[in-house]
């Protein structure tokens, strides 16, 4: 019986190590009609990201929507199109989402303005913060020499 186990046992191991080291991605195997027109529809896919995945560019992407996307680019660029009206055409049926880097407009300077207006927000309540402890140490090294006297004698006895 443990021999059965320990074979169990070493089976999942091994099923369990194969899956983890396994990286199998799939392979695009469209055919260019130029080495330009393939670097340019890789730059263009790389700048794109991935609807399903959200994290991930159309190149990194397993998933079969960024398969389509990526041919549909692909077939774009071979049949002449820009790179901006192959934006437009993913923008227009997918969302700004798709754009890595978003475009300055109206609606996302938030995205572009907000972390200087933080990084602003911080510099003044760090420059206030520090400005009330000097005061309040100035205010403490005014103590005249009795009060002096009767702090280091307070703090004596508590310290016995």
């Given amino acids: 019986m ?5 074979k169990g ?11 983890f080291f396994a990286n199998a991605t799939p392979v695009d195997t469209y055919q260019f009609k130029s080495v330009d027109n393939q670097k340019r529809a890789l730059e263009l896919a790389h700048s794109l990201r991935c609807p399903q995945c ?3 560019n159309l190149i990194d992407s397993n998933s079969p ?6 041919l549909e680019v692909y077939q774009m ?3 002449g199109k820009a790179d901006n009206e192959i934006v437009e055409f993913m923008t227009s049926r997918y969302g700004e989402f798709v754009l890595y880097k978003p475009r300055m407009e ?9 972390p200087f207006a933080l990084l602003l927000f911080g510099g ?3 420059f206030f913060f ?3 402890q000097r005061i309040v140490e100035a205010n403490n090294q005014d103590l005249s020499n009795e009060d002096q006297q009767e702090l280091d004698r307070l703090l004596k006895r508590d310290a016995k």
Avoid: C, P
């Avoid at 443990?2 to 320990?6: D, G, Q, V």
């Avoid at 929507?65 to 990526?70: F, G, P, T, Y």
């Avoid at 109206?106 to 907000?114: D, E, H, S």
């Fill in 130 to 132: 520090i400005r009330k």
């Fill in 9 to 19: 046992f070493t089976a999942a191991v091994l099923l369990i190590s194969m899956a």
């Fill in 77 to 79: 660029v071979d049949e």
């Fill in 124 to 126: 003044v309540i760090g």
């Fill in 65 to 70: 929507v960024a398969q389509d996307l990526r």
């Fill in 54 to 56: 959200q994290n991930q």
């Fill in 106 to 114: 109206a609606k996302t300077y938030v995205l572009w303005l907000g």
């Fill in 2 to 6: 443990i021999h059965s186990l320990m």
